[in-house]
């Protein structure tokens, strides 16, 4: 973190003496240029890729899409800058993007010190390890010496170093760049191990040719809350991105599917339901959206639990099960706000 | 006397034996080339082994065992154990030439393309009939190229974020190359020039932009430009970035040019100046011509590494050939993929660089004009 910690703050400072501190107005911005731009990951299984007519898919795109849809009525009125672990940070602090959703961790220095406000969990994870079978490795215990694979600018690196120090045990980092050259770099036996977050480590062993020869440890290091993220200095801004995650979360507590939404908006008689789909109240009009915002949202990518059947769940190559990220009703931890 | 039969003297030429066997024809060529000393007949062997325990694996693999018609690597997988996977090409080859233009605009980019052809006869062909005129028209084409490429006045416009694949890379690469080359030579005259100013200025620039790995300067592009940009102020990424790469590519070639002013003989500068020519037509007429033919191979070094250095741009998140490897892969259906992707793009850029490093050895000939 330190190492970003620096070029960041360097360029928040000029951007707060500059006159392009692009920081208030966010929305007027986003509606004026009819796009909404979106920083996602350079690609990373069920999280984020494009499919064969070069349209973006994934759990990190269909935020930014849910987000589009809200602001601008278009789920498609979105540009994406792929970015990588390093570049995230500048890429939003400096006004290219209007919008990070690119599985990261929400951290205090991350919030206090990059000045970034974090909208909420989208995805509640843990750093994993991943080795090869043939190692005879079966505990991260076990891991003393291991050459191991990881992302520079991450919250992995760190927990890494905290991991082993706490352990009394040394490794030897391999840095990389992107999650596709920590994968070509493992599978070529460059390191012993791959750490990253426990969903990306399952997102790659799902892209191997034999992914039977992998296993994930069961040691789950750090806990890795990740969320959509903007700039610190426009609460307008923040209070849409945090509201339609929260109204994504909320449509599945309540049933409401891109298929059923427009059916429920009409006949529901749930207040809260009601409110949500812009049926009754003036909801959309406090953060300077139509009211019909969220509705117009669930429409485009569907529920919270839609999207992520869609793109990580145990129908899909990735495969993960819902564990944490079940609604509370359901014993995970995706709980929101009432919508009132 | 005059009778006298000297009988050893011949009268006509005795008929040629033919070459001892074995030193001419298929046999001689193989002795003479590969096997004239030991060191190369265990060459030769070594090589023979190699091209032997690679090629037919690769054939196979590339062509025979290969599989076109697959929507998926596993449906390919199921198709063939040991293959190339070519469908993922098939079915994105567009994106890897176009990134994620819009296909009904495609004619677009092409004919910018084919225009680029156009504006190169008059600088490539000597012998042009009216070539001045035609270079005229040919300064025209990145005004052209521009706006095909981007849109505006009448067209559709298409932005930055979907160009991609070896369409961005050949943006950056021509506008690089074709850049770089006029200010690599502006700088190399300042350079070697005899006022203070305008050299040290030079040498300043070359010397920074030399110190810097490009990687640093498209990162300067990317985010630390928008810092000073007041807001609203919108300059496009693939702008600054053809910026950045140009004004890299610039340093270089005017060490390079420099090297070839360097080897040209005093004499030459002294001839010119006898000759009663000012700075520029001495320049123009005797030093140039032959400090660039000098320097033709290490100017055509320089745009092959350009071209080959845009792959950089994928580290700011542009979608160049490379940049889409990572998204495609991400692909549930295409999971895995990788030597497929990484192979259809090495061949791509291998046409380019290998074409341009042909152009440059017919230049070379042509222009080997005596001396040396
Ligand atoms: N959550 C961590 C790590 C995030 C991260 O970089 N994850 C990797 C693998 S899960 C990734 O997204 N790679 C995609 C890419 O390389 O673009 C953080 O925020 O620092």
């Known amino acids: ?340 | 006397m005059s009778e006298t039969n000297f009988a050893f003297v011949a009268t006509s030429d005795k008929p040629q034996l033919p070459a001892p066997k074995g030193t001419t024809g298929a046999i001689g060529w193989v002795r003479e080339n590969l096997f004239s000393s030991p060191m190369n007949t265990f060459l030769t062997l070594l090589s023979l082994f190699v091209v032997y325990s690679t090629v037919p694996g690769l054939v196979n693999w590339a062509f025979v065992n290969s599989v076109w018609n697959a929507n998926s690597l596993d449906e390919c997988r199921a198709l063939t154990e040991n293959g190339a996977c070519w469908g993922v090409v098939r079915e994105r080859y567009h994106q890897f030439l176009f990134g994620f233009y819009p296909s009904e605009l495609y004619w677009r980019p092409i004919l910018a393309f084919a225009l680029l052809f156009v504006a190169l006869v008059p600088a490539l062909w000597d012998g042009m009939p009216k070539r001045g005129l035609a270079l005229m028209g040919s300064m025209t084409f990145p005004f052209v190229a521009f706006w095909l490429i981007w849109g505006g006045f009448g067209l559709e416009p298409v932005s930055s974020t979907q160009l991609g694949g070896l369409l961005l890379t050949m943006i950056i690469g021509v506008s690089g190359i074709s850049f770089s080359l006029p200010i690599g030579i502006v700088l190399a005259l300042s350079r070697s020039s005899n006022l203070p100013i305008v050299k040290s200025l030079a040498v300043i620039f070359i010397e920074f932009i030399r110190g810097v790995p490009l990687i640093t300067l498209l990162f300067v592009a990317h985010v630390l430009l928008n810092y000073f940009l007041p807001k609203g102020v919108n300059f496009d990424i693939v702008l600054r970035v053809v910026i950045m790469v140009t004004l890299f590519a610039s340093a270089y070639m005017a060490e390079v040019i420099r090297g070839g002013l360097a080897a040209l003989p005093k004499g030459q500068y002294e001839a010119a100046d006898a000759l009663g020519l000012g700075y520029w037509q001495s320049m123009r007429l005797i030093i140039l011509p032959q400090a660039l033919k000098i320097s033709i191979p290490g100017i055509v070094n320089t745009f092959i590494g350009l071209f080959k250095d845009t792959t950089l741009v994928l580290i700011i998140g542009l979608m160049d050939p490379l940049g889409l490897v990572a998204p495609t892969l991400a692909d549930q259906r295409w999971n895995g993929i990788v030597v497929e992707l990484y192979a259809f793009i090495a061949f791509m850029f291998f046409i380019f660089c290998f074409a341009m490093s042909r152009y440059s050895m017919y230049l070379e000939r042509k222009l080997h004009t005596g001396h040396r």
């Not at chain 1, 990059?114 to 076990?142: C, H, I, P």
Request: with cysteine.
């Open chain 1, 1 to 340: 973190m330190k190492k970003m910690i620096l070029p960041v703050a360097l360029g928040a400072a000029f951007a707060a003496t500059s006159l392009s501190a692009a920081t208030a107005g966010t929305l007027e911005d986003v509606q004026e240029r009819g796009t909404l731009r979106c920083a996602v990951s350079t690609g990373l299984a069920g999280f984020s890729y494009t499919d064969e007519n070069g349209k973006w898919q994934g759990f990190d795109v269909d935020y930014c899409r849910a987000v589009a849809a809200a602001v601008l009525g278009d789920a498609d009125a979105v540009e994406f800058s792929p970015t990588t672990g390093k570049t995230r940070f500048t890429a939003l602090a400096s006004g290219e993007v209007d919008i990070l959703s690119r599985n990261t961790t929400w951290t205090y220095s991350r919030d206090a010190d990059l000045k970034f406000t974090f909208l909420g969990v989208s995805y509640y994870d843990g750093q994993g390890f991943m080795v090869k079978k043939s190692l005879g490795v079966t505990s991260a215990k076990e891991l003393d010496g291991a050459t191991v694979c990881i992302q520079t600018g991450t919250t992995t690196e760190l927990n890494l170093s905290d991991y082993f120090t706490a352990e009394g045990m040394s490794y030897e980092p391999l840095s990389i760049e992107t999650n596709t050259e920590g994968r070509a770099n493992y599978l070529a036996d460059a390191c012993d191990v791959y750490t990253t977050d426990a969903s990306g480590l399952a997102a790659s062993r799902a892209t191997f040719e034999n992914a039977a020869d992998h296993i994930i440890l069961p040691e789950i290091i750090s806990k890795e809350p990740l969320g959509p993220l903007v700039r610190h200095g426009d609460d307008q801004w923040a209070d849409i991105g945090r509201w339609v995650l929260n109204a994504m979360k909320i449509a599945e507590e309540k049933g409401i599917t891109a298929a059923n939404a427009d059916e429920m908006a009409a006949t529901s008689k749930d207040p809260e339901v009601k409110r949500l789909l812009g049926a009754s109240g003036e909801m959309g009009a406090a953060i300077g959206l139509n009211n019909d915002f969220a509705l117009v949202a669930i429409k485009a990518v569907g529920n919270y639990g839609e999207s992520f059947e869609r793109h990580l769940g145990t129908q899909t190559k990735v495969n993960l099960a819902r564990g944490l990220n079940a609604v509370w009703t359901e014993g995970g931890l995706q709980y929101a706000p009432p919508f009132r």
